[in-house]
């Protein structure tokens, strides 16, 4: 690995994975379980700037993907899966969880999904001449930097000029009590090898039974840290940093870089936690006031994922008919249970779906590309179409020459 341009806590990190390669998924063959949008390409853009890009002239080229600290693999093995033809650079410090990374990738079959992959054990901050990539995705890497800001500089230096960058970065609020247990195993001096795995699950058996760290960790994270290397993770880490929303944001504003949406948006919704009066006086808010608002009323928030991108965006919001029904859809690819009425949606939220909407999806798979009215034994409504856009169950192209409607 190239030491040009390495974060400062590169090789103390790096020694950490390699003793507990992450994520702790098991290894499988065929396709991984289930779908995860955040990982498509297509469906990434549509939640970005709320349609497709409009085909290029000439010939087109493979969309490009980088996975910025892939750790063992299961980002990778996902964005493989679902962006076939794709062009995926998977990178991470650590040499134990890429040896892990391509077992999973050979057994999983996702390296043939794609035209290229290459797993390679590199920092983020070294990879000056392998852009431009259209989709790069950085799932809890930089809050593991000394310097996160350098981290998201380089990942910007890489982006095509209409790319767009998912991360994934921890939240004070809900690592609250996470925090509090890592100080104590510091205090403890009980170390991040075997030694402090051993101690750290102990100290879980010997706190009370009604001690709040105990019960917050059984009651939340004890099976997401049943493998080792999770808990490691969790409670172990020699570098860590996390953000409140206003940080947050200095940091992408110091970057260069735009904020494009969250990709959990119903979690930045007022109206899962307020009702009435209250839930009105929330929505007459700047979007900006109602995230702060939900950060101060729900203290599990424990991590921010969202979308970054060049220039600001201002999304489709498909209102004119006429645009709408002149569109041609795809698919939505990540869902769970099609083709049928009841499924999983991209969030595998349980769907049910009417004899119409049905339709108009069999419709739009049988004939991708082809503009909604034009599809062949439907006559399809506005309204349907735009419901099942909303839902993310349609991904919508506006006609070549075509204008979008952003209001």
Do not use: K
Not at 192 to 206: A, K, M, P
Not at 232 to 255: K, V
Not at 257 to 264: D, E, K, P, V
Request: with cysteine; proline share 7%; net charge negative.
């Amino acid at each position: 690995m190239s030491d040009s341009r390495r974060d400062a806590a590169t090789p103390v990190v790096s020694a950490f994975y390699d003793r507990f390669p992450y994520p702790g998924d098991p290894l499988q063959d065929g396709p991984p379980p289930g779908y995860n949008w955040r990982w498509c390409w297509a469906s990434a853009q549509s939640a970005v700037r709320g349609q497709l890009p409009s085909p290029s002239g000439g010939a087109p080229h493979p969309v490009r993907l980088l996975d910025a600290g892939c750790g063992t693999g299961v980002s990778t093995d996902y964005l493989c899966h679902l962006n076939p033809g794709a062009d995926v650079l998977a990178v991470d410090i650590s040499a134990g969880a890429l040896e892990v990374a391509r077992e999973r990738l050979r057994r999983s079959g996702g390296g043939e999904r794609v035209v290229a992959l290459r797993q390679e054990q590199r920092s983020l901050l070294d990879l000056a001449g392998e852009g431009p990539f259209d989709y790069i995705n950085s799932v809890g890497v930089l809050h593991h930097l000394r310097d996160p800001l350098a981290g998201l500089r380089s990942l910007a230096d890489l982006m095509a000029e209409d790319g767009i960058l998912h991360l994934f970065l921890y939240a004070d609020a809900g690592r609250w009590e996470i925090h509090r247990c890592q100080r104590a195993l510091a205090l403890l001096g009980v170390g991040t090898g075997e030694s402090g795995l051993r101690l750290g699950r102990e100290l879980f058996q010997v706190l009370p039974e009604e001690h709040r760290l105990r019960r917050h960790h059984e009651q939340r994270w004890a099976l997401d840290t049943a493998a080792d290397a999770n808990f490691a993770d969790m409670y172990l880490h020699p570098q860590e940093t996390s953000y409140n929303l206003e940080r947050l944001m200095a940091l992408i504003e110091a970057a260069g870089l735009h904020f494009a949406g969250f990709s959990n948006p119903a979690v930045w919704d007022p109206s899962r936690l307020l009702s009435g009066e209250l839930l009105e006086r929330a929505l007459a808010r700047s979007p900006r006031e109602q995230w702060a608002l939900v950060e101060e009323l729900d203290p599990d928030i424990s991590h921010f994922e969202f979308f970054l991108t060049r220039r600001p965006v201002v999304p489709n919001q498909w209102l004119d008919d006429r645009l709408l029904l002149n569109a041609s859809a795809e698919l939505q690819p990540c869902l769970w249970g099609w083709p049928s009425g009841s499924l999983l949606g991209p969030d595998l939220e349980p769907l049910s779906l009417s004899d119409a909407e049905v339709a108009v999806l069999r419709a739009v798979e049988a004939q991708p590309g082809v503009p909604l009215q034009s599809l062949a034994g439907l006559e399809i409504n506005a309204s349907i179409a735009r419901d099942l856009w909303r839902r993310r169950l349609l991904l919508l192209r506006a006609p070549q020459g075509g204008s979008a409607e952003h209001a």
